[in-house]
């Protein structure tokens, strides 16, 4: 009887009847391809170009989960979406993973019905003035009017900020990424503020990009990540253990050129990671095989380091452009917070 | 007895009228019929003449004709950025379509186009078949070819549509459901059965008594909240169903008012020769029902054509979405992108707006010589 | 569309002649396609519960609306009432709705003023003048409100210079790209005398206006009652507040580092948006004004200059509350229309109830209590409107007789 309710209802909403029941993993596999929100165009994280290809590290993060789920790391549909759109899109199912510069805090974790499946970006909250004002700190903003996206954890961060150093301020917010860009070089408002990759991405596309400058205070801490439902522990173990894979991955030294060799390395670690099959003192196969765990297949990882990269092969792509150093992005044996669990 | 607000003392007399033949007194008649209004008509003319020369100068003298780049928009005192228009020109009107599919579209256009000029130039015979086609088939035409997936067509999802393509499919997709369902709404309304004519007239007037953003946010965000868990319908799907449902309950007026202006003999006659209500709405009420509110119904067009503007803020990218989006190309922001971008979505969309209502007029003086008021 | 001289090919056999099948009888049918619909819709909305339900359980939610007494944390740009970061998530909607009725209400007044004077214009027999009017409708109404809004706001901007460099009038009022900036009233205590004073002069206005009245009827005099009244009506709210001992005093705005602090602000996207909607709605109302006024017949218009009125007195007594009677039904309408469209804010930025209801759904994720409330918000306002309106055009016909 459900069932017949579901098919009649699947004819009459024809299109793309997508499900979005508990089972995330089984749908994605059925259908042949990831539905992945990510922005509305922010460069170096989820940025369309003329023809509608998708690049960032969002969206490499999209293509890493296709990559380990179906094999292909081009299955994937992207649902541009806006900051304010992003988690009712998710809870309805209308997408299936979130990779859109998306801050962690507890609200969103507990009350929303999601998960956060890790963090791909450390980032924190900056300032950006025109150079011609001569502001050198955060701390001499009192009384600036300063422009921001609404329905975003930076509108709360500022109310934070100015209210802590005794300052005020006058927000000017929009729902839109390009109107709060205009209304700053239009000069409606001193101060622009975002996570500072946005900052150091978005200033590219003004026009006039030398006549702005970031401020060196971060206020806040904004671990972004990728976001999936509460409550779907198979799909949430997948999305989280495709970021893990790709961290390890950066770890061991394998990457997209020369994970193809290293399949025939010694290091057990390596063996693990891409189930490579070891032999047995007595000559059988010994099954290696971690994919299994997940609901995928032997070459989840592989493939993902094989079509994707590694997790400092996806910054260098998409972020290096920017100028951003790795800093708190490095892995934690390099002095960064990146620090993934071992597949063992 | 005397009326206190009768005059008792002659008024003082006038001087002899100005003359009111010759061209003088025309042009007088025309441009400065008392001082005061002479004046204005010098005010308005300098303030046009200002206005016109301004954009004049902006889009035409000091405009940006040919650049590969923002460079040439950025320089001090450059117009409109034409190469900007000239660059995005392809992506306004099919949005991400695959280049190498967009001859379906292209089709699409053309019969729809066809069809459309088949049903609204009077003189063209087969309106009947005419509407069979445009209002049943077409639609399916449309859908099977611009969805693609079948009969070796290439797929293309909804979120690589975009555009002018969007915007008149949010157009036409609203008009063509919202017909029939205008239809039996203000039927409902003024049917006799008091739970049907409750719930059809609370239904209009609830969708009319909120904003189309509301509309459109709720079938965008909470549609899928309400369906069972695993149905979940396309984005472009959601935004048309919102569309559909909000213009539905204003097609409901227009169709009322025309219902309203069918004499009731009209009905009495039909009930006498013992037609059913079907029947009777069918083949002698409608059919004269609808035929008075075409003006209505092509100015509900022309309005929903411009609401579909609206669909860009739940993310969808229509013309005017896409439009916007593109000032934010690092290529080509500049100091005059914005503007240029806005002075041709504002000529499209005028365009499209201005000559339908130019044949809402046309067709409304056509009937007016059948049906006075 | 279809032809209308086709005929029934066959007329149908008269329904259940004799034997009156119940099946027939259309009480019974009536009845059952009742009884039908209501089953239908209370199995579609048990549906959409059952699985809104099932839905919001799944995502570890529930409904309700205790979320509205929650911190807001976030911060508008303008705001009629006390509001700051600290209010709760329910004082962030009202002051989102406060914004759209003033909105709205100097929409509608504005957008109505200028409706007048255009569909007025329009009819002119000057034809530059007529022609200007035609010419700003057809553009204007033609172009989407929302593209309308975003051109606004882009060339209230563009024009204006910063705070440093800003226009300033009598050295008190001040207009720069973060908007126009006036001093702010404080009235102490002993106001209200001022306030005293202005209601009297309200109520001797209505008097003296009604007495007006009567010695026209009885002697035919014009008293120019509104040239008399006006000045006292302004005047005397002064001389209150003189009497009082001047318990008034303006804040005046200073500039201080980045923003001028103290006074009053009106924020460009306020003003864009009035703009826009005032613009955009005026020649929706021209176009009912013109229509009204040339459904009042020609004999009107010729009789009021028989009897030697002016052409603006012949406007002003004669056709203009004839015309009233067509106008005042689709001018509702257009209020109407004002009130929803005034929900676009949201796409410039100026903090309305669509745009606090969005900000507050996106921070608290209660998409179906936030829409829920949108909801019913903007149709009493719609409904409270449509009363105003009906009352209106009840007096309306009154005076008209």
Partial sequence: MKLLKLLALSTVFGLTAAAANAATLDDVKAKGFVQCGVSQGLIGFSNPDESNNWTGLDVDFCKAVAAAVLGDATKVKYSPLSAKERFTALQSGAIDVLSRNSTWTMSRDTTLGLSFAGVTYYDGQGFMVPTKLGVKSALELNGASVCTQTGTTTELNLADYFKANKMEYKIVAFEKNEEVLKAYQEGRCDVFTTDQSGLYAEVLKFANPADHMVLPEIISKEPLGPVVRQGDAAWFNVVKWTYYATLNAEELGVTSKNVDEMKASANPEIQRLLSVKVKNPDGTDADNDFGKGLGLGPDWAYNIVKQVGNYGEIFERNLAQLKIARGKNALWNAGGLQYAPPIR | ?373 | MTDISQQPKSVPPPAAASGESWFYNPKIRGYASQIIVVLLLLWGLSEIIGNTQANLKKLNQNFGFDFLTQAAGFDLSTSLIEYSSNSTYGRAIVAGLLNTILVAVLGIIFATIIGFVVGVMRLSKNRVVAGAATLYIELIRNIPLLLQIFMWYALVLKPLPGVKDAYSFFGSIFLSKKGIVMPHPNFGSGAWIGLLFLIVALIGTWLFRKRARKRQDETGKITPVWLISIPIIILSPFVGLALAGWPLHFDYPELKGFNFTSGMTIVPEMAALLIALIVYSATFIAETVRSGIQAVSHGQSEASSALGLSRGMALRLVIIPQAMRVIIPPLASQYLNLTKNSSLAIAVGFPDLMYAGGTVNNQSGKAIEVVFILMVVYLSLSLLTAAFMNWFNSRMKMVER
């Fill in chain 2, 1 to 373: 007895m005397t009326l206190s607000y009768v005059r008792t003392i002659d008024a003082p007399k006038l001087p002899a009228p100005t003359s009111t033949s010759g061209l003088l007194a025309k042009l007088r008649d025309r441009f400065a019929p008392t001082p005061l209004s002479g004046l204005g008509t010098i005010i308005i003319a300098l303030f046009l003449g200002w206005a016109f020369w301004s954009i004049f100068q902006w889009a035409i003298i000091n405009a940006v004709w040919t650049a590969a780049d923002r460079e040439p928009c950025n320089a001090a005192g450059a117009g409109a950025c034409w190469p900007f228009v000239q660059a995005k020109a392809l992506q306004w009107v099919y949005g991400f379509y695959p280049i190498a599919e967009r001859w379906r579209p292209n089709t699409i256009f053309l019969l729809g186009g066809l069809s459309m000029a088949g049903l609204l130039i009077p003189k063209i015979p087969y309106k009947g078949w005419n509407a069979l086609f445009f209002f049943i088939a077409f639609p399916i035409i449309a859908y099977v070819l611009l969805t693609g997936g079948r009969f070796g067509l290439e797929a293309v999802g909804t979120e690589q549509w975009g555009g002018l393509l969007v915007t008149l499919i949010v157009a036409i997709t609203g008009i063509v459901a919202s017909l029939p369902l205008g239809i039996l709404l203000a039927l409902g309304r003024r049917s006799e059965m008091p739970v049907v004519r409750t719930l059809c007239t609370g239904f209009i007037e609830i969708v009319r008594g909120v904003p189309l953003i509301t509309v459109l946010f709720m079938a965008s965000v909470m549609f899928p909240l309400f369906m069972p868990p695993g149905i979940n319908p396309d984005k472009l799907l959601k935004a048309l169903v919102g569309v559909g449902l909000f213009s539905a309950a204003y097609m409901a007026e227009v169709v009322r008012g025309g219902l309203q202006a069918i004499p009731k003999g009209q009905y009495e006659a039909s009930m006498a020769v013992g037609l059913s209500y079907w029947r009777m709405m069918l083949l002698v009420v409608m059919p004269q029902a609808l035929k008075v509110v075409i003006p209505g119904i092509v100015n509900s067009f022309i309005s929903l054509f411009k609401d579909t503007s609206l669909v860009s803020i739940i993310g969808i990218f229509d013309l005017f979405n896409i439009v916007q989006s593109g000032f934010n190309d690092a290529k080509w922001a500049s100091a005059q992108t914005g503007n240029t971008g806005y002075f041709a979505l504002a000529l499209i969309y005028w365009a499209f707006c201005f000559s339908m209502s130019r044949y809402s007029q046309f067709i409304e003086r056509k009937l007016n010589t059948g049906y006075t008021r």
